[in-house]
């Protein structure tokens, strides 16, 4: 058998990639197995008034983007599905907006349970503006990191998160160099 000329593997190729596009472009957008999400933690968590990353002349920018901000967690609560705590003071958020304009959150931090158990949480989301009257909307994808035991059903699902202000009855920031950040924790199952 011969070589095949370069030009009718190119040919073969392009249609090989037409066809494989014309039954792409054919398939109905159809749900399968449609996620389903579960409201399984409520986080109120407690910041400062915020920081300045510094660097003269920099506005903030850094390799990723330009952060003008960073906002000291000094406290805050959590309760859900067999779960209850304090965040634990020393966290950080340290949102950031990408040279395309997105607004990134970026936040880390700890929770320890009413049975003394820690916990890591690394909050990572986006800001959009909504075509609804509320405006802008932020939608997280919690991480936890828990030791083995009681709370490792954390470690082992997918979870997204909203981020919203806080209902009076749920405030707990004390004074006006406190404020309060609503994080609603969904399972996704």
């Given at each position: 058998?011969?070589?095949?000329?370069?030009?009718?593997?190119?040919?073969?190729?392009?249609?090989?990639?037409?066809?494989?596009?014309?039954?792409?472009?054919?398939?109905?957008?159809?749900?399968?197995?449609?996620?389903?999400?579960e409201?399984?933690?409520?986080?109120?968590?407690?910041?400062?008034?915020?920081?300045?990353?510094?660097?003269?002349?920099?506005?903030?920018?850094?390799?990723?983007?330009?952060?003008?901000?960073?906002?000291?967690?000094?406290?805050?609560?959590?309760?859900?599905?067999?779960?209850?705590?304090?965040?634990?003071?020393g966290?950080g958020?340290?949102?950031?907006?990408?040279?395309?304009?997105?607004?990134?959150?970026?936040?880390?931090?700890?929770?320890?349970?009413?049975?003394?158990v820690?916990?890591?949480?690394?909050?990572?989301?986006?800001?959009?503006n909504?075509?609804?009257?509320?405006?802008?909307h932020?939608?997280?994808?919690?991480?936890?990191?828990?030791?083995?035991?009681?709370?490792?059903?954390?470690?082992?699902?997918?979870?997204?998160?909203?981020?919203?202000?806080?209902?009076?009855?749920?405030?707990l920031a004390?004074?006006?160099?406190?404020?309060?950040?609503?994080?609603?924790?969904?399972?996704?199952n």
């Amino acid at each position: 058998m011969g070589k095949i000329p370069a030009l009718t593997l190119a040919a073969l190729a392009a249609a090989s990639t037409l066809r494989a596009a014309t039954r792409a472009e054919s398939w109905p957008l159809t749900e399968r197995d449609a996620p389903k999400l579960e409201l399984v933690l409520q986080l109120v968590v407690t910041c400062s008034d915020p920081e300045s990353p510094g660097g003269v002349g920099s506005g903030g920018g850094s390799k990723d983007g330009r952060r003008t901000e960073i906002w000291p967690i000094v406290g805050g609560a959590f309760q859900g599905k067999g779960i209850r705590g304090t965040v634990i003071a020393g966290g950080g958020d340290f949102p950031l907006t990408r040279p395309d304009g997105v607004e990134v959150v970026d936040a880390l931090y700890r929770l320890r349970t009413d049975d003394g158990v820690t916990i890591i949480i690394h909050n990572r989301g986006l800001s959009y503006n909504g075509a609804d009257a509320d405006g802008w909307h932020y939608r997280l994808a919690p991480e936890f990191i828990a030791p083995k035991g009681k709370y490792d059903w954390l470690n082992r699902a997918l979870f997204i998160a909203t981020l919203s202000e806080v209902p009076a009855s749920m405030r707990l920031a004390k004074g006006p160099h406190e404020n309060d950040r609503l994080i609603q924790v969904y399972r996704v199952n």
